[in-house]
């Protein structure tokens, strides 16, 4: 049996993000491989900005005095909405919800019909063309 390679985590990463690292990977090791060490990296890191953002919300609020006093949106809700961004795109990619496993299983489900059809018909030159009704 062919062993696959761990996937390390970046040196790089926050103690949070590397907390993050340490309880997804696992969960995760039978799908990732060493070419997904980025992706997932960038997932924890921006997963441990949203929660410090989260935090920074929760203790000084959405709202904020600004340097003229006004009232003005807490600068930290800017971070915690790129981060949020992040975290969606980049779990996306490693099929972190209902919807992105969805689609790359109809995905994976392609390919290997796919590969069924041109094992069975090798020497065929009309096997990759499908006919529909």
């Not at 491989?33 to 953002?53: G, S």
């Amino acid at each position: 049996m062919i062993r696959k390679p761990a996937v390390t985590a970046p040196d790089w990463l926050s103690p949070e993000a590397r907390a993050e690292w340490d309880r997804l990977a696992p969960l995760l090791a039978a799908a990732l491989t060493p070419l997904d060490r980025d992706t997932l990296a960038v997932f924890v890191t921006a997963l441990a900005r949203l929660a410090k953002a989260e935090a920074e919300i929760a203790r000084i609020g959405e709202v904020v005095r600004g340097a003229t006093g006004a009232a003005v949106v807490n600068p930290w809700c800017a971070v915690a909405r790129t981060a949020a961004d992040q975290v969606h795109r980049f779990g996306s990619e490693l099929g972190l919800s209902p919807a992105a496993r969805a689609r790359l299983a109809g995905k994976a489900s392609k390919a290997a019909a796919k590969a069924q059809d041109e094992q069975q018909t090798p020497d065929n030159p009309l096997a990759s063309i499908r006919l529909h009704a």
